[in-house]
């Protein structure tokens, strides 16, 4: 159950990730989103079951989010000189 929880997580979070980005802005997403996920890790330290379940969703959610708005912000950091030779991909999998 609390596997589950971060998955279906990730999967909101991927789903409506691209709209959170185009909203808020990448930045900004970035920002809260990063508050959520503290947000959710504190919930996950509870002893509470369903505490822990939605701490897990929260942080999994949050999770899916950052894979949306992270490749946005390398493209806008990353040059393009440097994105053709792979920094941009790599990048993306270490963050």
Known sequence: ???TASIFGISAGSLFGGDYVQSLGPKKTLIVFNVLGF???IMSL????????LGRFFFGLTSGV???ATSRILEDTIPVRLLDKGFGTSTNILM
């Open 1 to 3: 159950m609390l596997s």
């Open 39 to 41: 947000i959710g890790s």
């Open 46 to 53: 509870q002893l509470s079951f369903k505490l822990m379940c």
């Open 66 to 68: 950052l894979l949306c």
